[in-house]
């Protein structure tokens, strides 16, 4: 065990992640959030979409607006509109850092362009610089497009120049077509009195909508036969994933790539509900802030002691995906090892409940604390014992899922929020194993406990 965790120790983070993917079959990450125009999924809304800029582009229309929610796929779009464009011979220039005034606006087109000039020219010079460049590919037939993702970021001064540029026109006809891309916001911005100019010149606005309840099955189909996995979650997982994401290809990423980690983490072959659950609770704990910095300690003990987040698997690449795991926890990243109940994460500390010292009177209503514990009842009472010895009420319970038999250390039942986080926060000072919160519900069903030490 040790040869393995030394081996893993010597890895980077992505070939760790790219031996974890590994094991399940997947030649690369499907739901990375890095843009992969090898594996776009178009639908019936991207096509109509590219189709209509493209008309627009095509017909000299001067100013196009697309726009859409965070996440939604935008900046996915535009470069693939980039890639027809180039194809169709038209000159591109692409603007992806739009924090920029207006003088470093005309430099970055200028820039992607190919245009060289001497450094320090005002921002007149600039637009005479590139009225020269368009005139001149006018006059040999081509069409320019100037495309600038994130405009919501752009100031007014920097809009106005880009209005300047679209005024450019030789015989009636636009030299540059100008398509601007961004949030909402920038659609709002637009209404605004000072930008009706600027409003009155956009012929075309396409809206990027959220992918559909049917499309959101088909995207992460389509991104898992893409890898070449088997991998398929379950009709209910999906419909939860829906429930969560609401068609947000980002959202759909990020807990799809939860589920992935949590598989192997927890030895699974198939993201079932549980699985699903435990991704959407611990992404939601990252958006909302919840991550704490003494769940980040936890974090770092976790990548210290190596396998303890993961035993029982006993493998190399458990040590792998223990090593992967650990390190995003230390870089603000997954909060915690995903399983198939909902994972606690550490608050600021509370105050420990009062427990009387008799034996623990578990209940069959409430909330139930759990920590997954080795396969073996031997090494089960042996973790159950360490617990006890930090002053925690715990017992040994038989439990069933997917059809594996195991055990898992109650510390709690009928447990309110306050209290379950209370005995969580308690349990991370000693320990680096996830503890899982599982709510009462038809799926949930109770053992009796094998052995609760004195």
Same mark, same amino acid.
């Given at each position: ?21 590994? #094991? ?7 739901? #990375? ?22 008309? /627009? ?36 220039? !692409?603007?992806?850092? #739009? ?24 921002? &007149?010079? $600039? ?36 209005? !300047? ?11 540059? +077509? ?72 980002r959202t759909v990423n990020l807990? !799809? ?5 949590a598989m192997v983490a927890r ?13 959407? !609770? ?13 769940? &980040? ?10 396998? &303890? ?15 992967? $795991? ?40 409430? #909330? ?34 997917? /059809? ?12 309110? +929020? ?28 109770? &053992? ?7």
């Open positions: 065990m040790l040869q393995a965790r030394r081996a893993t120790e010597s890895i980077g983070p992505e070939q760790a992640r790219d031996r974890l993917l590994a #094991s399940l079959g997947l030649g690369f990450n499907p739901f #990375s959030i890095a843009i992969n125009q090898d594996s776009y999924y178009e639908t019936a809304a991207t096509r109509r979409i590219m189709e209509l800029i493209v008309y /627009g582009a095509e017909t000299r229309k001067g100013f196009l607006l697309l726009s859409g929610e965070v996440g939604v796929g935008k900046s996915s779009l535009l470069l693939r509109l980039l890639a027809r464009l180039k194809a169709r011979g038209m000159v591109t220039a !692409m603007v992806v850092n #739009s924090l920029l005034d207006k003088r470093e606006l005309l430099e970055s087109i200028c820039a992607d362009f190919g245009l060289k000039h001497r450094p320090g020219l005002t921002t &007149s010079h $600039l637009l005479i610089v590139l009225h020269t460049f368009l005139l001149h590919h006018f006059k040999k037939g081509r069409n320019c497009v100037i495309l600038v993702d994130e405009a919501h970021h752009l100031g007014f001064e920097a809009l106005e120049s880009l209005r !300047m540029l679209a005024n450019l026109e030789t015989g009636g006809v636009k030299l540059v +077509q100008v398509v601007i891309c961004g949030q909402p916001e920038l659609r709002e911005e637009l209404r605004t009195p000072r930008l009706r100019q600027f409003a009155s010149r956009i012929s075309i606005a396409a809206d990027l909508p959220a992918l559909s309840r049917a499309e959101t099955g088909g995207y992460v189909e389509f991104k898992l036969a893409q890898a070449g996995s088997q991998i398929r979650p379950s009709p209910r997982a999906l419909e939860l994933l829906w429930q969560a994401a609401q068609g947000n290809p807990l !799809m790539e939860r589920c992935l980690y030895g699974r072959d198939v993201i079932d509900e549980r699985i699903m659950q435990a991704a959407i !609770m611990d992404l939601d704990a990252c958006r909302s802030g919840s991550v704490s910095k003494t769940r &980040s300690m936890a974090g770092k003990r976790t990548r210290r002691t190596g396998l &303890s987040a993961v035993r029982g698997l006993g493998t190399i690449l458990t040590a792998v995906a223990a090593l992967l $795991l650990g390190w995003f926890i230390g870089q603000g990243g997954a909060s915690s090892l995903l399983g198939e109940r909902s994972p606690v994460g550490l608050e600021q500390p509370l105050a420990m409940i009062d427990r009387a010292e008799e034996k623990p009177q578990l209940r069959d209503v409430g #909330s139930t604390l759990t920590v997954d514990a080795p396969e073996g009842i031997e090494e089960a009472r042996r973790m159950a014992d360490r617990v006890r010895n930090v002053g925690l009420e715990v017992c040994v319970v038989p439990r069933e899922s997917q /059809g594996q038999k195991g055990f898992v250390l109650e510390l709690g039942r009928g447990l309110s +929020q306050d209290q379950a986080q209370a005995l969580a926060n308690h349990y991370y000072r000693y320990f680096a194993d996830t503890v899982y919160l599982e709510t009462p519900g038809p799926g949930l069903s109770h &053992s009796e406990p094998l052995y609760c030490p004195e």
